[in-house]
Nanobody
Framework: QLQLVESGGGLVQPGGSLRLSCVGSGVTLDYYYIGWFRQAPGKEREGISCISRGGGETTYADSVKGRFTISRDKAKNTVYLQMNNLPPEDTAVYYC?????????????????WGQGTQVTVSS
């Protein structure tokens, strides 16, 4: 059974950067498309980035395109989300999720495994 654990969240000033990590255990992440989602208070969960099994395909929501970069480290069984130039509107709980499907998706119910989330707060 795959387990996912996110880390790297925290408090950052507007314009700052954070790198989130999603570590898999129990099963190699190579078998899964990995997505990053976020959920702000009172809002629906939003898909923001996805990476294919081999890492050759990446997809970004318009809200983060050009600021966020998703990547994989096969040896560490980890997927990263580098977040730059953060405005307060990026404040949310960030989740990684794994899908057994063969395409990138921003639809939460198309993901089979979820981490517990990590809080990102952008504030001065």
């Amino acid at each position: 059974q795959l387990q996912l654990v996110e880390s790297g969240g925290g408090l950052v000033q507007p314009g700052g950067s954070l790198r989130l990590s999603c570590v898999g255990s129990g099963v190699t992440l190579d078998y899964y498309y990995i997505g990053w989602f976020r959920q702000a208070p009172g809002k629906e969960r939003e898909g923001i980035s996805c990476i294919s099994r081999g890492g050759g395909e990446t997809t970004y929501a318009d809200s983060v395109k050009g600021r966020f970069t998703i990547s994989r480290d096969k040896a560490k069984n980890t997927v990263y989300l580098q977040m730059n130039n953060l405005p307060p509107e990026d404040t949310a709980v960030y989740y990684c999720a794994a899908s057994t499907r063969w395409y990138c998706s921003f639809v939460p119910h198309e993901y089979d495994f979820w981490g517990q989330g990590t809080q990102v707060t952008v504030s001065s």
